[in-house]
Nanobody
Framework: VQLQASGGGLVQAGGSLTLSCTASGSIFNTYAMGWFRQAPGKQREWVAS???????NYEDSVKGRFTISRDDAKNLVYLQMNSLKPEDTAAYFC???????????????????WGQGTLVTVSS
């Protein structure tokens, strides 16, 4: 499976941005998908995950602000980000892999993989 994130950019604090991730593969509807981010000089941080059945899971700091969704017909997963804060500035990556691992947000597991990220910069 190849993954490619897009949709990043520069936005003012309080603004919104929607990221997209396209995935190759004819069985995309069976994949659990997720997003993590990495700010400069910091460790990776899990953001959100969605299962094949649509079940979602979020990191506490983005709950109520970010929404993960998927379109299986288009092999796409989205991350709608509202009320953005400067601390949301990071490179965002979509990932997949072992479904339970993805849903738990275990981004340091050997059982996940990811593609190129997209940079989100939130100005104050």
């Amino acid at each position: 499976v190849q993954l490619q994130a897009s949709g990043g950019g520069l936005v003012q604090a309080g603004g919104s941005l929607t990221l997209s991730c396209t995935a190759s593969g004819s069985i995309f509807n069976t994949y659990a998908m997720g997003w993590f981010r990495q700010a400069p000089g910091k460790q990776r941080e899990w953001v959100a995950s969605i299962g094949s059945g649509g079940r979602t899971n979020y990191e506490d700091s983005v709950k109520g602000r970010f929404t993960i969704s998927r379109d299986d017909a288009k092999n796409l997963v989205y991350l709608q980000m509202n009320s953005l804060k400067p601390e949301d500035t990071a490179a965002y990556f979509c990932f997949t892999g072992d479904p339970p691992t993805v849903l738990r947000g275990q981004i340091n597991s050997e059982y996940i993989y990811w593609g190129q990220g997209t940079l989100v910069t939130v100005s104050s």
